[in-house]
């Protein structure tokens, strides 16, 4: 079945520092990737996404790169700010056992950026 | 375009007692999925409408659990016979299209505690 495995959190950093959280999935198909991110006390929204093989997806000065060789899509930052601190979720949206499209979320990594 | 919204954002019950769960979806979009969310963890699928149709529900999902989506607007999830390990935060998300993953939007949730 589907499955996405993200790091494990947290992950804390200072302010301006670069930002890598991993993320590996196990499909069927071809996949949409997305990451997601939550801020303390609000809902998950999408951050970014790619659609197919070798597409970056970017937005607020994150990146990921849709790897098809490494079944990978890890998020990067060049420079943290304290206001990035939030959970980020990587998903995947591929075809499920009964023929629907489903997000697969990770379990999430939390990011602490400290001033 | 005013969000998605869940009502309500806080149920305490007891144990073995029913409870339902209200979901409004962004109007035009006609996907509509329910999550299961507890700490530490990622949104956990649970069931998907397109339109008025259920079209899957996660097999980890109990005979206890039954969701509608009457005319392809709002949706309910009950959850009967209450159980402690029910207690989780509950997502609701809605989207566009008719083929592969769009980008979901989610609701701020129901957190749901089962004494």
């Known amino acids: 079945g589907n499955s996405v495995t993200q790091m494990e959190g947290p992950v804390t950093l200072s302010e301006e520092a670069f930002l890598t959280i991993n993320c590996t999935y196990t499909?069927?198909?071809?996949?949409?990737l997305f990451w997601y991110v939550q801020y303390p006390g609000e809902g998950l929204q999408l951050l970014l996404k790619?659609?197919?093989?070798?597409d970056k997806g970017s937005n607020k000065g994150f990146e990921a790169t849709y790897r098809k060789e490494t079944t990978s899509f890890h998020l990067e930052k060049g420079s943290v700010q304290v206001s990035d601190s939030a959970v980020y979720f990587c998903?995947?949206?591929?075809?499920?056992?009964?023929?629907?499209?489903?997000?697969?979320f990770g379990r999430g990594t939390s990011l602490i950026v400290h001033p | 375009d005013t969000g998605v919204s869940q009502d309500p954002r806080h149920k305490i019950t007891k144990r073995g007692q029913n409870v339902t769960f209200r979901c409004d979806p962004i109007?035009?979009?006609?996907?509509l999925y329910w999550y299961r969310q507890t700490l530490g963890q990622g949104p956990e699928f649970l069931t998907y409408?397109?339109?008025?149709?259920?079209?899957?529900k996660s097999r980890l999902l109990s005979d206890r659990f039954s969701a509608e989506r009457p005319k392809g607007s709002f949706s309910t999830l009950e959850i009967q016979r209450t159980e402690q390990g029910d207690s989780a935060m509950y997502l609701c998300?809605?989207?566009?299209?008719?083929?592969?993953?769009?980008?979901?939007?989610f609701g701020p949730g129901t957190r749901l505690t089962v004494l």
């Open positions: 998300a809605s989207s566009t299209g008719t083929g592969g993953v769009a980008t979901q939007y």
């Open positions: 499909a069927t198909g071809y996949p949409s």
């Open positions: 790619a659609t197919k093989a070798d």
């Open positions: 998903a995947l949206g591929g075809l499920s056992a009964g023929g629907s499209y489903i997000p697969t």
């Open positions: 109007s035009e979009h006609n996907r």
């Open positions: 409408f397109q339109n008025e149709a259920q079209l899957e």
